[in-house]
């Protein structure tokens, strides 16, 4: 379904892929070196057990103390940030669970990656079903990540603005 969604733009410049259940996305960023993408279906799971698992103490604890009713949302938000980093920086998930992380710290988001070059990744929640997460790594010479996000359903060609969750990037701060 998301090699499809591929074909249908042509994409051609850095791109990624990602599906799950019946959904695909696409990322495209022209002016990027690379970039990734995950998108996950919200699913009932023991979230404190796979963090446990592959998250750092920080996220866990952060995981421990959301309202139980955030729990699942705040999950994938980091769940697919891991994953889209590694599909940008080309690592193993394994590595990209544990080497990025991501800690909420008096009402704002800071995020250890491990690259030295700019990137900007943002998190987005189309519908309550779903979360999906973009990342865009600078070419080499760009002083900045890409600051312009587009978002599209397929097939249709309507364009809208999605419930954005997070937006994090090596510059902020």
């Avoid at 980093?85 to 491990?114: M, Q, V, Y």
Wanted: proline share 6%; charged share 20%; with cysteine.
């Amino acid at each position: 379904m998301s090699r499809a969604l591929a074909a249908h733009v042509g994409a051609r410049s850095a791109h990624s892929l990602s599906h799950s259940g019946e959904f695909a996305c696409l990322a495209i960023d022209a002016r990027a070196a690379s970039v990734g993408v995950d998108l996950e279906v919200v699913t009932v799971r023991d979230f404190q057990r796979v963090a446990r698992a592959a998250f750092a103490p920080p996220e866990i604890e952060q995981l421990d103390a959301a309202p139980r009713h955030a729990v699942a949302v705040q999950f994938y938000q980091l769940w697919t940030l891991k994953e889209a980093f590694a599909k940008a920086l080309k690592l193993p998930l394994a590595t990209a669970l544990h080497d990025c992380s991501f800690e909420l710290r008096d009402g704002n988001w800071r995020a250890s990656i491990p690259t030295a070059a700019n990137w900007r990744a943002v998190v987005w929640q189309p519908c309550p079903a779903l979360v999906l997460s973009a990342v865009s790594i600078t070419a080499p010479g760009s002083t900045s990540a890409s600051d312009s996000c587009a978002t599209y359903r397929w097939p249709s060609t309507d364009c809208r603005v999605w419930p954005m969750l997070l937006d994090l990037s090596s510059k902020a701060g």
